[in-house]
């Protein structure tokens, strides 16, 4: 027991690899505040697509979002960084990260949307274009908006699996929480970084995880 907790759970050795995951957990924090947001309005997009009257975009986008709900997300993170380069275009790994995991969660999220907005009665649109409000307006005001509220624990379920997604960025050296956390426990010899990792997810997203819990007693 003791030779484990000297692995797994040396107190000395994550206080001196503390400061280095912690700028690794700012880049963990950048991803972030870059893919949920641009996740979030690219789902809409997706949801509206995907809902379009007109065949010759709803299928399309359709078999879009079915082939990259079903694609490995670290397949196609290491098709567009190690890929793309065969064809003439080089991507930093920043930007692989982005566009990858961005293809992936606004596949999800839109599926998200669309779900919601077949949650609203139709009624509910119908009562909005009586009183005069254009399409655009009975979406943005009326339909939107109850569709948000219906699936919003799912909007929150997806987007804790996002950040936790961003853990396979250090298959491409990114240097995240995770990656941080790997090369602390290559240069200590010492399993007890990717521990101190875990907690620091843990208490980055357990607080979210509870929240959903309680939207969905709510609604």
């Known amino acids: 027991m003791e030779q484990f907790g000297q692995e797994f759970l040396n ?28 996740g979030l309005v690219s789902g809409i997009l997706v949801m509206l697509l995907t809902t379009s009257p007109y065949r010759l975009l709803r299928w399309p986008a359709i078999a879009a979002v ?30 692989a990260v982005a566009v990858a995991f961005l293809i992936n969660s606004a596949s999800y999220y839109g599926e998200i949307y669309r779900a919601g907005m077949v949650s609203v009665p139709k009624g509910q649109r119908e009562a909005a274009r009586s009183t005069g409000l254009s399409a655009t307006q009975t979406l943005l005001y009326v339909t939107l908006p109850q ?27 990114v240097p995240e929480l995770l990656h941080s956390a790997n090369l602390a426990r290559s240069l200590t010899y010492n399993s007890s970084p990717l521990i101190l990792a875990a907690i620091i997810y843990l208490l980055l997203l357990l607080p979210i995880v509870r929240l959903i819990a309680r939207l969905e007693h709510r609604l």
């Open 11 to 38: 107190l000395d050795v994550m206080a001196k690899v503390a400061p280095f995951l912690l700028q690794g957990l700012l880049q963990t924090l950048l991803l972030c505040s870059f893919l949920i947001p641009i």
């Open 66 to 95: 079915d082939f990259f709900r079903a694609f490995p997300p670290l397949v196609l993170l290491v098709f567009v960084y190690a890929g793309l380069p065969f064809i003439g275009l080089r991507v930093p790994a920043l930007v």
């Open 147 to 173: 569709a948000i509220r219906n699936v919003l624990p799912d909007l929150l379920s997806n987007t804790v699996e996002l950040v936790k997604l961003t853990t396979l960025a250090s298959v491409i050296s």
